[in-house]
């Protein structure tokens, strides 16, 4: 395969899972994931909650994909590229810039990251599994952009 193959290949997973994330984090985690994402939308307790599991189980697939498929680096090894590197950019993005586990442009007034961070806010202003709103996670439906636009 060619560089140009592999770099689309891993750019359509990549893509792809924030509408994984999102059908997941509605249906699921607001379904009957409840159990482990419940800890997300209460105080945390500490440096993890259950929720964190769910990253866990979005490596699965991205490690088996990236094993089986660099025997011959073939489709496999981009799209588990395609779905760590979301992972990445989510946990860059989702934890320690919107959650400031670590904190990392504090006082940004970047319009597209202060919605991205408002619109997650508005998100957890509901604590039970019922009732909430904006289920992305790096992609910011205009809507919001121009919601909290500052």
Known sequence: MSILSHTLITLFFFILM?????FTHKYIMHGFGWVWHQSHHEPRKGKLELNDL????????????????????DWRFSAGLGIAL??????????????QRVKW?????????????????????????????AFGFLFV??????????
């Open 18 to 22: 924030e509408g994984v994330a999102w």
């Open 105 to 133: 442009l504090t006082k940004t007034q970047v319009p597209y990251f202060r919605a991205m961070r408002l619109t997650h806010h508005l998100h957890h202003a509901v604590h039970t599994k019922e009732g909430a709103e």
């Open 86 to 99: 979301y992972g990445l950019a989510y946990f860059l993005v989702h934890d320690v810039f919107v959650h």
């Open 141 to 150: 439906l205009p809507k919001y952009v121009r919601r909290f636009r500052g």
């Open 54 to 73: 769910y990253g866990m189980v979005f490596a699965v697939p991205s490690c088996l994909l990236i094993i089986y498929g660099s025997e011959n680096m």
